[in-house]
């Protein structure tokens, strides 16, 4: 089995990459990244020791670059993660997110086509390659908002409201059109937030911790009513194996936590459960940055009081929940990982490896890729 993993430096990606080498002996992979900011290449540095893993550096808007990986390598199976994410930086920038998402969606199945495609049926449809997939991993946001009650299934309306959602939803539509009009093998996976290891902190959680290790208020859009499903990311990993393995051609699975929480929850709960662990573990706090006028092993600032309500996002979704069960039902994927334990879990690495968010927040990852690959 040859994976292309588009995005394989970024957050699920990574995940991704680091599930399918541990999980899978008789495996290549090609993981495709241009490097953005949130893009780490650090994130993989243990994984390409790996024979296994090959890395590229490119963006998937560019067709000379994915030509040449079908070239190089008999790809079986696409799984796009390479998109902008940040719905703030989409409000401020719309048109990348439109280009990279949807553009460079429809570059991949371009490319996906013209390599696996073996000839023509009795109607004029393309034929492929046996043993060939393109899964294109999407998100809770196509749906749009729902209220107080529901959940979002696979026959759920599209009705995105920022400018990544949109891409997100117009990226969607590409892959269902060309399954139709070409009869590719084509899947399709939304899930809902994900949290865990490897998570750029400018979103939620990894954020929330980043600040209070390092002193500074803890923002929270509105009244922090806002509700989310979290999912943590090594489950999102197995489903997404799942479907790309076993999935029937032309569907769509949600991948949903059964993890319903408010953001301001999330805050509180993030809180109380590092004043814990500092508590307990001591030689966690050498992970404090030094608070001004504060001594080192003082975590007494640790508190409620970090909270700040800053103006609301704008067009902000007021909940999102995700109904899993038919992948459930048709793969056996089931959540495994409670939220209050994921937390845990997700806080102690960041603990522990604040070189990294170090790194990442500073641009450093780019030395990384120079001292590994050159000006290439």
Known sequence: MIYLVTGGAGFIGANFVKYLLGTHREIQIVVLDSLTYAGNLG??????????????KGDIKDSKVVDGIFDRHPINFVVNFAAESHVDRSIENPQVFLETNILGTQNLLDAAKKHWSTGKDDHGYPTYKAGVKYLQV???????SLGATGYFTETTPLDPR????ASKTGADLIVKAYGETYKMPVNITRCSNNYGPYHFPEKLIPLIIKNILEGKKLPVYGDGS?????LYVEDHCKAIDAVVLRGTVGEVYNVGGHNEKKNIDI???IISTMRQMLEEHPEYR???????GQARNDISYINEDLITYVTDRLGHDQ??????SKITAELGWEPETKFEDGIVKTIRWYLENQDW????TSGDYQKYYKQMYGKR
């Open 319 to 324: 909940r999102y929940a995700i109904d899993p």
């Open 162 to 165: 920022s400018p990544y959602s």
């Open 286 to 292: 050498t992970a404090i940055k030094g608070i001004a």
């Open 43 to 56: 994130t993989i540095k243990e994984d390409l020791k790996d024979a296994r893993l090959t890395f590229v």
């Open 138 to 144: 999407s998100t809770d946001e196509v749906y749009g």
């Open 226 to 230: 806002n509700v989310r499903d979290w």
């Open 267 to 269: 805050v509180k709960l």
């Open 357 to 360: 968010v170090d790194e990442v």
